[in-house]
């Protein structure tokens, strides 16, 4: 076999049944055929193979030319997060349910893997976005997103009042819920579930979702993928107000807060199937209807 990479990084869920033993296989299948592996530390304990080589995502990152990420959507966005800033590729098995991210399947991986680990494959990058919160001027927290950074109160059904800015221009100010800020790839996630439109992943665009507004006027909007969105928090707020990025990262927001939302310097090189076709993922996973011919 030609090998395209040399080292590959093996990240899944820890203490999951199906996840392990789809990391067991592929272990002695890319070392039979040898190749470097790499199993991430929390996955690893978990496991109990011959000839294991352990390492955090971070080290994953540094190390591998390519990370296989075994779980659901929400376990590839925490991997992506931490390994978007290195030089690798990634690719999912599909572990959980819907699997917008994750392309191979368990029940099939070795035949479409091969073709891949041989350099038969599509490359994408995908943009994240940096969420930082700012107060009386000071940086007090950030973090990245893969899908989304939402602005929303602590607990449920709580309404909040804050301004937004594009580029330093007042665009509007708002009582709702809360507010989705989405990427392109986050646009099949929560954002869609609020209403928010479908942006295909090659899309320079951010979309922003209000949440419950209180104003039939509100509507989802998109703007260029480069613009600085700037959320100001009104003074007259609750004091229990969140950012969280991909839903798992909270950052805690007070009243009279800034919260700025901007593209990353990094992004994500996903590795796809020579077969992935975007548009029959969104037909497959949302039961759109086939073609009438």
Not at 8 to 36: M, R
Not at 90 to 102: A, D, E, K, P, S
Not at 139 to 145: F, G, I, R
Not at 149 to 157: I, P, Q, R
Request: hydrophobic share 40%.
């Amino acid at each position: 076999m030609t090998q395209h990479y040399k080292t590959v990084g093996l990240i899944g869920k820890p203490n999951h049944e199906g996840a392990s033993a789809t990391i067991k296989i592929l272990h002695d299948y890319l070392l039979a055929n040898k190749y470097q592996v790499i199993i991430e530390s929390a996955v690893a304990q978990s496991l109990h193979l011959e000839n294991m080589t352990t390492g955090s995502l971070t080290d994953i990152g540094e190390e591998a030319d390519l990370a296989i990420v075994v779980g659901g959507d929400g376990y590839m966005l925490g991997a992506a997060r931490v390994l978007a800033c290195f030089d690798i590729g990634v690719i999912g098995v599909n572990r959980g349910n819907l699997g917008f991210l994750t392309d191979l399947s368990p029940n099939d991986i070795l035949a479409p893997l091969t073709e891949i680990l041989a350099g038969n494959s599509r490359s994408e990058q995908r943009f994240i976005i940096e969420a930082e919160v700012y107060r009386h001027g000071k940086l007090k927290s950030s973090n990245s997103a893969v899908n989304e950074a939402v602005l929303h109160a602590g607990k449920v059904a709580s309404m909040i009042e804050f301004e937004v800015h594009i580029d330093g221009s007042f665009m509007f100010s708002q009582r709702s819920d809360g507010l989705i800020v989405s990427t392109p790839t986050g646009s099949t996630a929560y954002s869609m579930s609020a209403g928010g439109p479908i942006l295909t992943p090659n899309l320079n665009a951010l979309s922003l979702v209000p949440m419950f507004p209180h104003t039939l006027t509100s509507r989802p909007i998109v703007v260029d993928g480069n613009s600085e969105i700037k959320l100001i928090l009104s003074n007259d707020n609750h004091e229990n107000l969140q950012v969280s990025c991909d839903g798992h990262v909270i950052l805690a927001v007070m009243p009279g807060d800034e919260v700025i939302i901007k593209k990353s310097l990094c992004s994500i090189r996903l590795i796809h199937p020579l077969t992935h076709d975007y548009f029959n993922v969104l037909r497959s996973k949302l039961s759109w209807g086939n073609k009438l011919y």
